[in-house]
């Protein structure tokens, strides 16, 4: 059986959609959804009460992070095979009997990802090498990669040039639509709750990687994903999020010396705030920008 796993914090935009394409898709295995939701304020857990009752709902009191949430639902799942999967997304095919087959068939194989897509159908880059000293300032939301979005830096470590129409081997997949062996996460141990928002599915695969299981994205797994949509959040509260996570991968597994580590320290805040004022300066030319403001004098 498969145990989906769904983490929300005000999700009421999206949960509906997202559970009703699981009942709709999933045809060729049985399943299990747990909702753990990280005490939202909206309608979640009232849309998901009404509309699911088969849904089993664990409601916290606090919002105690994604990584925690997640330990919650794996402790209580009785299924062989974990889904972690975001509320802001939709299957577009049986996506959960293509995982947990090509799982059952590769004993190696510790966790697969999904072949992810925007809501506009564009395809998402939804797996990473490892991060290191380097390509972790290269990444999605970099300033270098906004400036030479070409660079080479950016295009290996986002693995850009891999041949997403295969099955491929990777260091890492998004922790939107990820399945897990459940008695890999026995082995390895579960979510790291150190982090509260981000990297979390960075370092389990790392660890699964550690003990030589293999990840693997799926192609043929097709799920839609908003991006954004599960973390309603202002970009600097995000962004932080994001850096902090991103020190404590490092720390945790690479640094044995004080000059090191402030080495990083200082590099993730000049990251932080660089992008931060790029990301305004982005949005003030957009909002100023000549065509807009025609708009503004002519269509009202």
């Known amino acids: 059986m498969i145990s989906i796993i769904i ?32 005490n939202s304020s909206d ?45 802001d997304t939709y299957l577009v095919n049986d996506a959960l009997s293509v995982m947990k087959e090509f799982l059952q068939k590769n004993r190696m194989s510790g966790c697969v990802g999904a072949r992810l897509e925007y809501y506009d159908d564009k395809f998402q880059l939804s797996c990473r090498k490892f991060p290191n000293m380097i390509n972790v300032f290269f990444g999605r939301k ?19 040039n891999l041949d997403y129409s295969k099955i491929q081997e990777v260091d890492w997949v998004m922790g939107a639509a990820m399945m897990i062996k459940k008695d890999v996460l026995t082995k390895i141990g579960l979510f790291d709750e150190r982090y509260f928002l981000f990297v979390e599915d960075t370092d389990l695969c790392y660890r699964m990687r550690r003990e030589g299981y293999l990840i693997h994205y799926l192609p043929e797994a097709i799920i839609k994903h908003y991006h954004g949509g599960s973390v309603r959040q202002k970009f600097n509260v995000s962004q932080m999020y994001h850096n ?46 000549p065509g807009k403001q025609f708009l503004k004098r002519n269509c009202k």
Do not use: Q, W
């Not at 983490?7 to 753990?36: A, H, M, P, Q, R």
């Not at 970099?142 to 850009?160: Q, T």
């Not at 945790?252 to 990301?279: A, C, H, Q, T, W």
């Open 7 to 38: 983490v929300t914090f005000n999700s009421e935009e999206f949960i509906k959609e997202c559970i009703d394409s699981i009942y709709s898709k999933t045809s060729g295995s049985e399943f299990e959804i747990l909702l753990i939701d990280n």
């Open 142 to 160: 970099s300033i270098f990669r906004h400036l030479f979005p070409r660079n080479p830096i950016s295009r290996d470590y986002m693995m850009e």
């Open 43 to 87: 309608k979640t857990v009232k849309i998901v009460y009404k509309e699911f009752p088969d849904v089993r709902i664990i409601r916290n009191t606090k919002n105690i992070g994604f990584a925690a949430a997640n330990n919650k639902g794996i402790k209580r799942a009785y299924g062989d095979y974990l889904l972690f999967l975001n509320p």
């Open 244 to 289: 902090i996570s991103m020190y404590k991968f490092f720390k945790k597994y690479n640094f044995k010396n004080k000059p090191l580590e402030l080495f990083l320290y200082m590099g993730i805040l000049i990251r932080l705030l660089s992008v931060f004022i790029f990301d305004n300066i982005m949005g003030a030319f957009r909002s100023f920008s």
